[in-house]
């Protein structure tokens, strides 16, 4: 196989969970909520949720806004932002 010819499946669905550290705060609603609002703004189609955020799109797109969520939440003075994402894509 001629790994330089794989391009990226289509389409895909991915299960992630943010979590901002060292916010100095219990709660981390404002980071969430500001998440919320980029998820908004870049139009993929997203389901936030208690245990994480469902996204499905192009894995660019997916990948883009996980990345942008990431500088969104630093953007608020957070150091450190970690995520867990389970990655899902159809063959067809």
């Known amino acids: 196989m001629d790994y330089n010819l794989l391009s990226t499946p289509p389409k895909c669905l991915a299960d992630f969970n943010l979590v901002p ?3 100095g705060e219990a709660s981390i609603a404002e980071e969430l909520a500001e998440v919320e609002r980029l998820l908004k703004h870049t139009g993929v189609k997203h389901t936030m949720q208690t245990t ?4 499905e799109g192009t894995w660019d797109e997916v990948m883009n806004a996980i990345g942008k969520a990431h500088a969104a939440v630093h953007k608020r003075g957070v150091a450190k932002v970690q995520s867990e994402i389970r990655m899902g894509t159809k063959n067809r």
């Open 21 to 23: 550290i060292g916010t």
């Open 52 to 55: 994480g955020t469902v996204l």
